[in-house]
């Protein structure tokens, strides 16, 4: 009877033993390859982009995200000259399309993700009431985005040029390195006035927005995102622009200042 009781009870030992290697432990996707993804992105995506990164690498522990904001224009020129990257997001179509044409992207992952808008904002203490204004002697310097470098320039350029008041305003222009330094130079009252995107007033501190621009007065606001081709982890970056383009990240980019494009 001792030996049966003996026996049984190593038996009940290796099968408990056998149950307990084949449990996962609470970290899914335990066994998958660590990687680490460089994201090159349009500053003003910086906000919705870091609640993005927190979901995605909950949901993939082995996945580490790595952003790197800039202008486009200055990721663009960035990625021309080797600087590594897996996603381009950019915030005007001229930046991927110049990739495109150096054969730096995957066409076939090229996808226009986000939209946005174009508004003229100020002070909290401002009594700027439109554009008409700027040319007036309330308003001293005005921020725009560099349009060479800068696609919220740009716009901002082809908007104030097609509204008759680019030429007006020359001397008061205080050119930015990007959208976000423009939010700060009128956050600071280091100027007077400044165009961002919607998505970046909302993020503004003691400013507020004064009106939109026409939407005739500059062309659509797209953003676009495209894989470059030199990315060593292809599959990885595929899965991260799947779930950008999904409706969890919609309504993040939503909540943000950003719209969907089929809205």
Same mark, same amino acid.
């Given at each position: 009877?001792?030996?049966?009781?003996?026996?049984?009870?190593?038996?009940?030992?290796?099968?408990?033993?056998?149950?307990?290697?084949?449990?996962?432990?609470?970290?899914?996707?335990?066994?998958?390859?660590?990687?680490?993804?460089?994201?090159?992105?349009?500053?003003?995506?910086?906000?919705?982009?870091?609640?993005?990164?927190?979901?995605?690498?909950?949901?993939?522990?082995?996945?580490?995200?790595?952003?790197?904001?800039?202008?486009?224009?200055?990721?663009?020129?960035?990625?021309?000259?080797?600087?590594?990257?897996?996603?381009?997001?950019?915030?005007?179509?001229?930046?991927?399309?110049?990739?495109?044409?150096? =054969?730096?992207?995957?066409?076939?992952?090229?996808?226009?993700?986000?939209?946005?808008?174009?508004?003229?904002?100020? =002070?909290?203490?401002?009594?700027?009431?439109?554009?008409?204004?700027?040319?007036?002697?309330?308003?001293?310097?005005?921020?725009?985005?560099?349009?060479?470098?800068?696609?919220?320039?740009? &716009?901002?350029?082809?908007?104030?040029?097609?509204?008759?008041?680019?030429?007006?305003?020359?001397?008061?222009?205080?050119?930015?390195?990007?959208?976000?330094?423009?939010?700060?130079?009128?956050?600071?009252?280091?100027?007077?006035?400044?165009?961002? &995107?919607?998505?970046?007033?909302?993020?503004?501190?003691?400013?507020?927005?004064?009106?939109?621009?026409?939407?005739?007065?500059?062309?659509?606001?797209? &953003?676009?995102?495209?894989?470059?081709?030199?990315?060593?982890?292809?599959?990885?970056?595929?899965?991260?622009?799947?779930?950008?383009?999904?409706?969890?990240?919609?309504?993040?980019?939503?909540?943000?200042?950003?719209?969907?494009?089929?809205?």
């Amino acid at each position: 009877m001792r030996r049966l009781l003996l026996l049984l009870s190593f038996i009940v030992l290796i099968v408990f033993t056998g149950v307990g290697c084949g449990v996962d432990k609470g970290q899914p996707n335990a066994g998958a390859e660590p990687v680490n993804l460089t994201i090159s992105a349009a500053a003003s995506l910086q906000d919705a982009a870091r609640e993005l990164k927190e979901i995605y690498t909950r949901e993939n522990p082995n996945v580490t995200i790595t952003y790197n904001f800039a202008s486009s224009g200055t990721l663009q020129k960035q990625i021309e000259e080797g600087a590594p990257a897996d996603l381009f997001i950019s915030a005007g179509k001229s930046q991927m399309d110049a990739l495109a044409e150096k =054969g730096l992207i995957i066409e076939d992952s090229r996808k226009d993700l986000l939209g946005n808008d174009l508004v003229l904002i100020t =002070g909290n203490d401002s009594s700027l009431a439109g554009f008409d204004e700027l040319t007036g002697d309330k308003v001293a310097k005005i921020s725009i985005g560099a349009p060479e470098s800068v696609p919220a320039g740009k &716009y901002s350029q082809e908007a104030l040029d097609n509204m008759g008041l680019w030429d007006a305003i020359q001397s008061k222009l205080v050119l930015a390195k990007d959208v976000r330094q423009v939010l700060t130079y009128v956050e600071t009252g280091n100027v007077d006035a400044g165009l961002v &995107y919607h998505s970046d007033a909302l993020m503004g501190k003691n400013i507020k927005v004064v009106t939109v621009a026409p939407e005739d007065s500059h062309k659509p606001i797209v &953003y676009p995102m495209a894989i470059i081709k030199e990315t060593k982890h292809q599959a990885e970056t595929e899965s991260f622009a799947n779930f950008l383009s999904g409706q969890e990240a919609s309504k993040v980019f939503i909540k943000y200042g950003f719209k969907r494009l089929d809205d």
